[in-house]
């Protein structure tokens, strides 16, 4: 498999989702003052003023905990300092120390821990709102939770979303022998997220006994981990999982996954060396030491949590698979074709699937090379179809037939609502035209919940209606525990349900899909 992780590797900033930012990033050093009229909400560090939109309130930038800066790289997080006067939540605080890719010309701020607050109009009277915690995708290495404009779903839905920042890549997840939290810095970050909304979120008109962790891909996988974690026990009541299931592994590289506290401390032992720390009598106090853009020059281009330790002490899949998860409903899917975002990207750079060099292909890919044959007939190409075939491969093992795994274990133990998105011509999720149609591919379900990067995309009429089912089954989820309603197609816990325009209903497990295979796969 080291071809794949090379490749991935290589293909991980060109893949970036492309969520263009708003032009301001930084938040402001000190609480400023803003226009009287615009909402004031009294947290409990002190107040803010964010923005009255149409028929929805916006609060950017609220710090959910002290910027992890000079000594505090590497820690837990800590709590914010309270100010006096109201805070300007008017604008995104810095995302994260991030290559460029989804932020402009990335970012190397470590100042970042905020989070972002869109509720309906007046929601602060009245009975409180179901509150949905968003936790960005992006390999844990790219991303900001102001990328996702969440409007839509607010006045839709009549929720609160939350959506957060949490420490990426080196800084978010380094393994280090010794380091207390080693390689589960971001994962803290977002419970303590969790903890700030359930002391904070009834100003804003949210339910903080009624909250619901949710994210996409890498996001996704992080709600797996908060699952498993102890210490985010009681922090969330519902879970949604999009494209992220809890079972990948190294063997399935494309899809997100944790690692062992061999292979996290092996990676981190790179990092030290490769900045010039292995020699230092204090290794931490050196690496606190390093400028943040040298740090994001040697780190790997994908990151994975550590497992084993406090924070997760079994991988998501481990104690998925014995029954040592919160018991909470969940939401969880995937998209019909995952895989061909990657097969285009491989494509793109060299790579061509003929029917004559597909075997070839199928071994450098495959989990278990010795059974390439097997997937070289299930999976046949042909003279111009090998984009295609080579990206259903890709989506089936990593996603689609992990995620219905991760459906199944989860149902052994409690309620469970499992979909699959198959828009077969969404909006492009790239700018640039693909090789071959792509159809439902990875982070294609996103701009129908949300307006990313504050953009709504093009969609016909079909498709509107689409958005607009799912957002109510999102939200019907997060207050009861139950998408049913509204109108929408009946959907049952027992079947997956399949969200395309104008056909969203039940279909069989897996369709189209050849997870017999996988099943047998490492």
Same mark, same amino acid.
């Given at each position: 498999m080291a071809e794949?992780?090379?490749?991935v590797?290589?293909? =991980?900033?060109?893949?970036?989702?492309?969520?263009?930012?708003?032009?301001s990033?930084?938040? &402001?050093?000190?609480?400023?003052?803003t226009?009287?009229?615009?909402?004031? +909400?009294?947290?409990?560090?002190?107040?803010?003023?964010?923005?009255e939109?149409d028929?929805?309130?916006?609060?950017?930038?609220?710090?959910?905990?002290?910027?992890?800066?000079?000594?505090?790289?590497w820690?837990?997080?800590?709590?914010?300092?309270?100010?006096?006067g109201?805070?300007?939540?008017? %604008?995104?605080?810095?995302?994260?120390?991030?290559?460029?890719g989804? +932020?402009?010309?990335?970012?190397?701020?470590?100042?970042?821990?905020? #989070?972002n607050v869109?509720?309906?109009?007046?929601?602060?009277?009245?009975?409180p709102?179901?509150?949905?915690?968003w936790?960005?995708?992006? *390999?844990?290495?790219?991303?900001?939770?102001?990328?996702?404009?969440?409007?839509r779903?607010?006045r839709?839905?009549?929720?609160v979303?939350?959506?957060?920042?949490y420490?990426?890549?080196?800084?978010?997840?380094?393994?280090?022998?010794g380091?207390?939290?080693?390689?589960?810095?971001?994962? $803290?970050?977002?419970?303590?997220?969790?903890?700030?909304v359930?002391?904070?979120?009834?100003?804003?008109g949210?339910?903080a006994r009624?909250?619901? #962790?949710?994210?996409?891909?890498?996001?996704?996988?992080a709600?797996? =981990?908060?699952?498993?974690?102890?210490?985010?026990v009681?922090l969330?009541?519902?879970?949604?999982?999009?494209?992220?299931?809890?079972?990948?592994g190294?063997?399935? &590289?494309?899809?997100?996954?944790?690692?062992?506290?061999?292979?996290a401390?092996?990676?981190?032992?790179?990092?030290?060396?490769?900045?010039?720390?292995?020699?230092?009598?204090d290794?931490?106090?050196?690496?606190?030491?390093?400028?943040?853009?040298?740090?994001?020059?040697?780190?790997?281009?994908? =990151?994975?949590?550590?497992?084993?330790?406090?924070l997760?002490?079994?991988?998501?899949?481990?104690?998925?698979?014995?029954?040592?998860?919160?018991?909470v409903?969940?939401?969880?899917?995937?998209?019909?074709?995952?895989?061909?975002?990657?097969? $285009?990207?491989?494509? $793109?750079a060299?790579?061509?699937?003929? &029917? *004559?060099?597909?075997?070839?292909v199928?071994?450098?890919?495959?989990?278990?090379?010795?059974?390439?044959?097997?997937?070289?007939?299930?999976?046949? +190409?042909?003279?111009?179809?090998? *984009?295609p075939?080579f990206g259903?491969?890709?989506?089936? $093992?990593?996603?689609?037939?992990p995620?219905?795994?991760t459906g199944?274990?989860?149902?052994a133990?409690?309620?469970?609502?499992?979909?699959?998105?198959?828009?077969?011509?969404?909006?492009?999720?790239?700018?640039?035209?693909?090789?071959?149609?792509?159809?439902?591919?990875?982070?294609?379900?996103?701009?129908?919940?949300?307006?990313?990067?504050?953009?709504?995309?093009?969609?016909?009429? %079909?498709?509107?209606?689409?958005?607009?089912t799912?957002i109510?089954?999102?939200?019907?989820?997060a207050?009861?525990?139950?998408?049913?309603?509204?109108?929408?197609?009946?959907?049952s816990?027992?079947?997956?349900?399949?969200? =395309?325009?104008?056909?969203?209903?039940?279909?069989?497990?897996?369709?189209?899909?050849?997870?017999?295979?996988?099943?047998?796969?490492?």
């Amino acid at each position: 498999m080291a071809e794949v992780r090379a490749w991935v590797a290589a293909l =991980a900033g060109a893949l970036a989702l492309t969520l263009p930012l708003p032009a301001s990033q930084a938040h &402001p050093p000190a609480a400023r003052a803003t226009s009287s009229a615009a909402p004031v +909400v009294h947290t409990r560090a002190g107040a803010v003023r964010g923005s009255e939109r149409d028929g929805y309130r916006i609060f950017d930038g609220i710090p959910y905990a002290a910027p992890p800066v000079g000594a505090l790289r590497w820690t837990a997080p800590r709590p914010a300092a309270a100010w006096s006067g109201v805070l300007d939540a008017t %604008r995104p605080g810095s995302a994260c120390a991030q290559p460029a890719g989804e +932020v402009p010309g990335g970012s190397t701020s470590e100042d970042c821990l905020y #989070l972002n607050v869109t509720a309906p109009a007046g929601a602060s009277a009245g009975r409180p709102r179901p509150v949905i915690v968003w936790l960005h995708g992006g *390999g844990f290495t790219s991303g900001a939770g102001s990328s996702y404009d969440a409007h839509r779903m607010v006045r839709g839905g009549d929720v609160v979303v939350v959506t957060v920042n949490y420490r990426l890549g080196a800084l978010g997840f380094l393994g280090l022998a010794g380091l207390n939290g080693s390689g589960t810095f971001g994962l $803290a970050d977002q419970q303590a997220a969790l903890r700030y909304v359930r002391e904070n979120i009834g100003a804003f008109g949210g339910d903080a006994r009624n909250v619901t #962790l949710a994210g996409e891909s890498a996001g996704s996988y992080a709600v797996c =981990a908060q699952l498993a974690s102890p210490s985010a026990v009681g922090l969330f009541q519902r879970a949604i999982m999009e494209s992220g299931p809890c079972t990948g592994g190294p063997a399935r &590289p494309f899809a997100p996954f944790s690692v062992a506290p061999p292979a996290a401390q092996a990676a981190g032992a790179r990092l030290v060396t490769a900045v010039g720390c292995a020699k230092a009598s204090d290794v931490p106090a050196c690496l606190r030491r390093v400028p943040v853009a040298r740090l994001l020059a040697a780190q790997g281009a994908d =990151a994975q949590p550590e497992h084993g330790t406090g924070l997760l002490p079994r991988a998501p899949a481990e104690a998925l698979a014995s029954g040592r998860t919160a018991r909470v409903p969940v939401l969880v899917g995937a998209n019909h074709d995952e895989g061909t975002i990657w097969a $285009a990207g491989i494509m $793109a750079a060299g790579t061509t699937v003929t &029917p *004559g060099n597909w075997p070839r292909v199928a071994w450098e890919f495959v989990p278990d090379p010795a059974r390439s044959g097997e997937v070289v007939r299930a999976y046949p +190409v042909g003279a111009t179809d090998g *984009g295609p075939v080579f990206g259903a491969v890709i989506g089936d $093992a990593n996603y689609a037939c992990p995620t219905l795994r991760t459906g199944s274990l989860f149902a052994a133990h409690q309620r469970v609502w499992r979909y699959e998105f198959a828009d077969p011509d969404p909006p492009r999720p790239l700018p640039a035209p693909p090789p071959f149609p792509l159809g439902a591919t990875h982070t294609t379900e996103l701009p129908y919940l949300f307006d990313l990067g504050g953009r709504a995309r093009e969609m016909t009429v %079909r498709q509107h209606r689409l958005a607009d089912t799912m957002i109510g089954y999102w939200t019907r989820f997060a207050r009861s525990g139950d998408p049913n309603g509204g109108g929408a197609p009946r959907w049952s816990h027992s079947q997956v349900q399949s969200l =395309a325009p104008d056909s969203t209903g039940p279909v069989r497990p897996a369709p189209g899909h050849h997870c017999g295979l996988w099943a047998t796969m490492p």
